[in-house]
């Protein structure tokens, strides 16, 4: 898989499956996109290393990265 597709993997599926959980995922998603912007992060390692860091934390599984 190529950088963008592994980042398009990691935030742009909507875990949740109710509105509450949907409304958590996107709003802590957009919390840590808002948080490399002002870093200025760009490297798709780190971006990808933040958004995974993320996903295993909504999951409370450190397992969880990717939806596989």
């Known amino acids: 898989m190529t950088d963008d597709t592994i ?7 909507n875990p949740g499956r109710t509105d509450a ?6 709003d802590g998603l ?5 948080s ?9 390692e780190v971006v990808a290393s933040a958004i995974a860091d ?12 990717l939806n596989l």
Do not use: A, C, H, N
């Open 54 to 65: 993320f996903r295993r934390t909504y999951f409370k599984d450190p397992t969880k990265v």
């Open 7 to 13: 980042l398009m993997q990691l935030g742009t599926t």
């Open 30 to 34: 957009r919390g840590v996109i808002k």
């Open 21 to 26: 959980e949907r409304t958590q995922w996107t």
């Open 36 to 44: 490399l912007r002002q870093r200025s992060v760009k490297d798709p």
